[in-house]
């Protein structure tokens, strides 16, 4: 083995919305950062493969085949291409790439509700009802902002809350990038609808510039101020070939897309893959909402569907960015917001677990073909090398070169740190 580590005002805004900026689509002024802005100092970029749901990690990459049927559930573990190392035996072009990503198979949460863990996992933050904490993608927004005049921050095909900017503001929220699967693909907010030409649109523009120099001489919210302040910004990436270039999926070889695989995920996995070598600094891919709650009939779904789908876009995705050079410079992290049960119940189903589940990490400077942590014969609880979600925020900001330390000041004058604690995992450098 390679490397094994055992351890409600109708205001401004809302006219905006509902009005004629519809042309432009509704979050462009608030998805742009000039590409000046401070903190850069590492030209990184990070995929976030994310299991919607929670991913039963005795079904995947922590297999326990000598547990008893309850647990081990129905299917088999294989070796990969580092000696020692086997996942599940539905995955087995991820295993012919294990050299090349971390398992960590010790994380662990205290939140079991699907929406308060996946708030969790992407701030290092529990939720509180008091301040909104912003992303992983929002910060890495603030941080380094828009590179070739993309978007900074992109979601595929479509943002949950958890996804949000937080107290860093509305400038920072994803941009949504749809269904790169469907024929056709267009981005939405980079098309003008066929009966607008572009002298609507300036003349919109016109327009939009006299009412806003009426509002700003009665509105202070900062939320305004970051519509006005990035407004050219998109207005520029409507009509730019780079963005449109950059979303192009069709442009890719029919054989690779077909490598990847003709599913919303694979799709998604190789449009991050364009993003990412366009300028994009964090892209989200998800199949959709809860695809990994499998309360029920847990066997099937993962042999029928999802891990075929994730097998073909993960391998694919992990030697396409190697054969371009891009892996060293990109960090892909799969992860859901918590695991499944060890236990299977009595719909042949997987409940929620998180006491216990495995994180994926590859390129982006780590070392592949490592076990980090373990957990007990059952995969129930963690044995050793416990990982937080703080802990798991903390190493990808430093990874990415961003200082999780550093302390914002929120819109009241609050002091927050990025991270709320944390620490490097373990195990991940040679």
């Given amino acids: 083995m390679a490397c094994k580590h055992d351890s409600s005002l109708f205001g401004r805004r809302d006219f905006i919305r509902i009005g004629w900026l519809g042309v432009f689509g509704i979050n462009l002024p608030g998805l742009l950062r000039a590409e000046t802005q401070a903190g850069t100092k590492k030209d990184m970029s990070c995929i976030l493969l994310w299991q919607s749901g929670g991913c039963p990690h005795l079904d995947t990459f922590d297999m326990k085949p000598d547990a008893a049927k309850e647990f081990r559930g129905e299917f088999s573990p294989i070796p990969t291409n580092v000696p020692g190392i086997q996942i599940c035996e539905l995955l087995p072009k991820t295993a012919k790439q294990a050299d090349k990503f971390a398992i960590v198979r010790s994380v662990h949460s205290k939140e079991m509700d699907h929406d308060r863990a996946l708030y969790y996992l992407m701030s290092g933050y529990a939720p509180l009802p008091t301040l909104g904490f912003p992303s992983m993608g929002a910060v890495v927004s603030e941080r380094f902002g828009a590179k070739n005049g993309l978007p900074p921050y992109v979601v595929v095909p479509e943002a949950y809350p958890e996804y949000g900017p937080g107290y860093l503001g509305g400038e920072h929220s994803p941009f949504i990038a749809g269904n790169p699967n469907v024929n056709g693909y267009k981005v939405r907010d980079l098309t003008l609808p066929t009966d607008v030409d572009w002298t609507r649109v300036r003349n919109r523009r016109w327009l939009l510039e006299q009412m806003d120099a009426r509002f700003q001489a009665i509105e202070s919210n900062p939320e305004f101020g970051a519509l006005d302040r990035f407004y050219q910004s998109a207005y520029s990436l409507l009509s730019s070939p780079a963005a449109k270039k950059a979303f192009d999926i069709e442009a890719e070889p029919p054989s690779l897309r077909e490598r990847y695989g003709r599913t919303p995920f694979g799709q998604g996995a190789l449009l991050a893959r364009r993003l990412v070598e366009s300028g994009v600094r964090f892209v989200t891919v998800c199949k959709g909402r809860l695809n990994y709650d499998t309360h029920v009939d847990n066997f099937n779904t993962m042999k029928k569907s999802l891990l075929p789908e994730f097998d073909a876009a ?76 703080e802990d798991l925020c903390f190493t990808i900001y430093s990874l990415l070169g961003i200082n999780p330390r550093h302390e914002y000041q929120t819109s009241i004058g609050r002091p927050v740190k990025i991270v709320n604690g944390g620490q490097m995992i373990p195990g991940l450098f040679a």
């Fill in 314 to 389: 993960y391998a694919s995705l992990l030697e396409d960015l190697k054969d371009r050079g891009l892996l060293e410079t990109t960090l892909v992290l799969v992860t859901g917001e918590f695991g499944r049960t060890p236990k299977v119940n009595d719909n042949a189903g997987r409940d929620h677990h998180c006491k216990a589940f495995s994180v994926l990490l590859a390129g982006g400077g780590t070392t592949g073909g490592c076990v980090i942590g373990a957990t007990d014969k059952t995969g129930t609880e963690v044995t050793d090398t416990p990982v937080t979600p």
